[in-house]
């Protein structure tokens, strides 16, 4: 089983739909949590942090749960510009990132 | 731009030659990441600095591989008698001490003939 699982998509909606994202993760001590956002041969670009009391970027909103070792992004008034891979990330107590495959995302005219 | 540089962007080798790669981080971290990623996957992790102390290694990386950080500041990956497997993008980032958010550089697109 991988350690971080994510559904590979690809998600294909329109301008202004609202998608979601969820992922999985198998180790229980990990310590923090990220959406990491990649362009197409480009390096990842942090997103946003995730916390277990949730937190809210603008049109970006992500979610923790521990118990259920789950986490989500939820994009909402998804614009052209959107369009990337979206990696699930977990972080061990020194830092090691481990990453899901990503979820490709495109939005269309 | 983060403010961490990678040194090539691009390199294209014959299997069997040696390679070496640089990695500048954020001036002010202190913890220092490599990774790597084939198509269609998401980065791994290969080893980790604290300063100039190599304090983690991936069973990824094998004895053709090396990677140093001699006075706490820049880094540098050599990949010995490079293979076709070797193919891949390496990417390099840093973090400071009292976070946990890492920033990637651009990574160098190694590509073994």
């Known amino acids: 089983r991988k350690e971080v699982e994510q559904d590979p998509g690809p998600f294909n909606v329109p301008e202004g739909a609202t998608v979601a994202f969820n992922c999985t993760y198998s180790?229980?001590?990990?310590?923090?949590f990220f959406w990491y956002r990649q362009d197409c041969r480009k390096e990842p670009k942090l997103l946003m942090s995730v916390y277990s009391s949730g937190n809210e970027d603008g049109r970006f909103t992500a979610q923790l749960n521990r118990a259920s070792q789950y986490i989500s992004l939820l994009i909402r008034d998804s614009k052209l510009s959107d369009s990337a891979t979206y990696l699930c990330?977990?972080?061990?107590?020194?830092?090691?990132?481990?990453f899901g495959q990503g979820t490709i995302l495109t939005v269309h005219p | 731009d983060t403010g961490v540089s990678q040194d090539p962007r691009h390199k294209i080798t014959k299997r069997g030659q040696n390679v070496t790669f640089r990695c500048d981080p954020i001036s002010e971290h202190n913890r220092l990441y490599w990774y790597r990623q084939t198509l269609g996957q998401g980065p791994e992790f290969l080893t980790y600095?604290?300063?100039?102390?190599?304090?983690?290694k991936s069973r990824l990386l094998s004895d053709r591989f090396s990677a140093e950080r001699p006075k706490g500041s820049f880094s540098t990956l050599e990949i010995q008698r490079t293979e076709q497997g070797d193919s891949a993008m390496y990417l390099c980032?840093?973090?400071?001490?009292?976070?946990?958010?890492?920033?990637f550089g651009p990574g160098t697109r190694l590509t073994v003939t």
């Open positions: 600095f604290q300063n100039e102390a190599q304090l983690e």
């Open positions: 180790n229980s001590a990990s310590q923090s």
């Open positions: 980032a840093s973090r400071k001490q009292d976070s946990y958010e890492q920033y």
């Open positions: 990330t977990i972080g061990t107590s020194y830092g090691k990132l481990t």
